[in-house]
């Protein structure tokens, strides 16, 4: 299984000029509403489990996020791909009192546990490269995106 098929394009987007970890939330998710992927609660579930369990990455160079909710609110599975503009604020998942500047953001629809873990890792392959996130931070579309993931 590959992270490739979860991707939307619509659902890829590029420079995204956002002041917070919320409105880029609105954008990915008002998009994968209108296309029926989620349910009308996925936003306000991703938001409080951002709130008690934070998904801000320190990585080397770029920071990475990868928010997420439950099951229930996703009909058809997706992986979201955001590379901002300017990084935004999270809290770290390893330390929520702490806050990091990210700058890519995965948001997983998924609905099948045993998807999560294998998206997870192949996810974590992609932001342990450092030559892969400057790949996604200079993509300029959907295709550039999507030809870093096969």
């Known amino acids: 299984m590959s992270i490739e098929q979860f991707l939307k394009d619509e659902l890829i987007k590029v420079h995204v000029n956002c002041e917070s ?6 954008v990915l998710y008002q998009e994968a509403f209108k296309k029926g ?3 009308e609660a996925y936003l306000e579930k991703v938001n409080a489990r951002e ?3 934070p998904t801000g990455l320190n ?3 770029y920071n ?4 997420h909710t439950d099951p229930e609110f996703v009909f058809e599975q997706f992986i979201a791909v955001a590379t901002l503009e300017k990084p935004v604020p999270f809290y770290l998942m390893d330390d929520n009192t702490k806050q990091v500047d990210v700058n890519v953001v995965f948001m997983l629809g998924l609905n099948e546990p045993h998807n999560q873990l294998n998206v997870l ?4 392959g992609v932001i342990q490269d450092g030559s892969k996130i400057e790949e996604l931070l200079q993509s300029s579309n959907s295709t550039d995106v999507r030809a870093i993931f096969a």
């Open 59 to 61: 990585m080397d160079k």
């Open 37 to 39: 992927y989620v349910s």
């Open 51 to 53: 709130a008690i369990f």
């Open 64 to 67: 990475i996020a990868i928010p």
């Open 121 to 124: 890792q192949q996810i974590i």
């Open 21 to 26: 970890k919320e409105q880029l939330f609105e």
